[in-house]
């Protein structure tokens, strides 16, 4: 069974980075692809980007100038960081997996989800 | 982007009713196009990929068509844990886009 767990602090600073980790069981990183999406009121569901194993990226251009996602295959997670944040980033962050043969595809499973607010 | 519009926003039904949602892709996005369940609280699930092909452990109940820019997703017969919110997603176009989802309740 694949399970993905996001964690990361709560509460963010405006101007500052948020920063999440997922955290995957039941299979490796290295072997799909792995995304990141967020939901607010405001935007519904917002695709973020998503990594390759080999460390290849691809972001959604309207977050691409603040987004970085890596990974960490030694510890099986990845992670996102979103540089000079914003209350417009308040947001439910899910990590995913990409289930596709070349990155974009479908969603599945999903972690549970994490809440970010950016306030100060 | 692609713009995916879903209709209706919200839908009310009895158990055992035929469900019909819809998606409507601003372009031809062939048949990349996945459906999500999601319950209050909890992260979306997949249901359908590709337009019409069931997720694992999915009942048999859900069922999607189309293909290119006009998409089905039915509920053959309404049960009660199906009360959610439903998303579809397109991934023909860079950045994937999701619909604004069509809110179910029970009547």
């Known amino acids: 069974q694949v399970l993905l767990q996001e964690s990361g602090p709560g509460l963010v600073n405006p101007s500052e980075t948020l920063s999440l980790t997922c955290t995957v069981s039941?299979?490796?990183?290295?072997?799909?692809?792995w995304s990141w999406i967020r939901q607010s009121p405001g935007k519904g569901l917002e695709w973020i980007g998503y990594?390759?194993?080999?460390?290849?990226?691809?972001?959604n251009p309207s977050l691409k100038s603040r987004v970085t996602i890596s990974l960490d295959t030694s510890k099986n997670q990845f992670s996102l960081r979103l540089s000079s944040v914003t209350a417009a980033d308040t947001a439910m962050y899910y990590c995913?997996?990409?289930?596709?043969?070349f990155g974009e595809g479908w969603f599945d499973p999903w972690g549970q989800g994490t809440l970010v607010t950016v306030s100060s | 982007d692609i713009q995916m519009t879903q209709s209706p926003s919200s839908l009310s039904a009895s158990v055992g009713d035929r469900v019909t949602i819809t998606c409507q892709a601003s372009?031809?996005?062939?048949?990349?196009l996945n459906w999500y369940q999601q319950k209050p609280g909890k992260a979306p699930k997949l249901l359908i990929y590709?337009?019409?092909n069931l997720g694992t452990g999915v009942p048999s109940r859900f069922s999607g068509s189309g293909s290119g820019t006009d998409f089905t997703f039915t509920i053959s017969s309404l049960q009660p844990e199906d009360i959610a919110t439903y998303y579809c997603?397109?991934?023909?176009?860079?950045?994937?886009?999701f619909g604004q989802g069509t809110r179910l309740e029970i009547k």
């Open positions: 997603q397109q991934y023909h176009h860079l950045p994937i886009t």
């Open positions: 590709d337009a019409s």
């Open positions: 372009l031809d996005i062939n048949n990349y």
């Open positions: 990594i390759y194993y080999s460390g290849s990226t691809t972001y």
């Open positions: 039941g299979v490796s990183v290295s072997d799909h692809y």
């Open positions: 995913a997996r990409s289930v596709s043969i």
